[in-house]
């Protein structure tokens, strides 16, 4: 399955579940996505593996949502994003 694919489908049971029933707000949308991350991260700190596959899965679910609705091709900005990485100086010159 493509990256495509994946999002449509995520954004499509977001829709059905009444995840964009009012009008959208792109900051909750936001939040809701850093709020997943938050989730793996209390996993990682419980040593809760299984859980911490589930929230990155969030991540990424919630994520695609967003990309759909907001029509964001997110593989072409992927590969974009590579190729402006390669370039970048070893940890783009900072210190961490």
Same mark, same amino acid.
């Given at each position: 399955?493509?990256?495509?694919?994946?999002?449509?489908?995520?954004?499509?049971?977001?829709?059905?579940?009444?995840?964009? *029933?009012?009008?959208?707000?792109?900051?909750?949308?936001?939040?809701?996505?850093?709020?997943?991350?938050?989730?793996?991260?209390?996993?990682?700190?419980?040593? *809760?593996?299984?859980?911490?596959?589930?929230?990155?899965? *969030?991540?990424?679910?919630?994520?695609? *949502?967003?990309?759909?609705?907001?029509?964001?091709?997110?593989?072409?900005?992927?590969?974009?994003?590579?190729?402006?990485?390669?370039?970048?100086?070893?940890?783009?010159?900072?210190?961490?």
């Amino acid at each position: 399955m493509e990256i495509k694919e994946l999002v449509e489908i995520s954004h499509r049971i977001s829709k059905e579940h009444g995840f964009w *029933d009012s009008n959208p707000n792109i900051g909750e949308k936001l939040m809701l996505i850093v709020t997943e991350l938050a989730e793996a991260c209390e996993a990682d700190r419980k040593g *809760d593996y299984e859980n911490f596959g589930e929230e990155i899965a *969030d991540v990424f679910i919630r994520l695609g *949502d967003l990309c759909c609705f907001l029509d964001i091709d997110i593989e072409k900005e992927i590969l974009k994003k590579i190729e402006i990485n390669k370039k970048r100086q070893y940890k783009h010159g900072k210190k961490y």
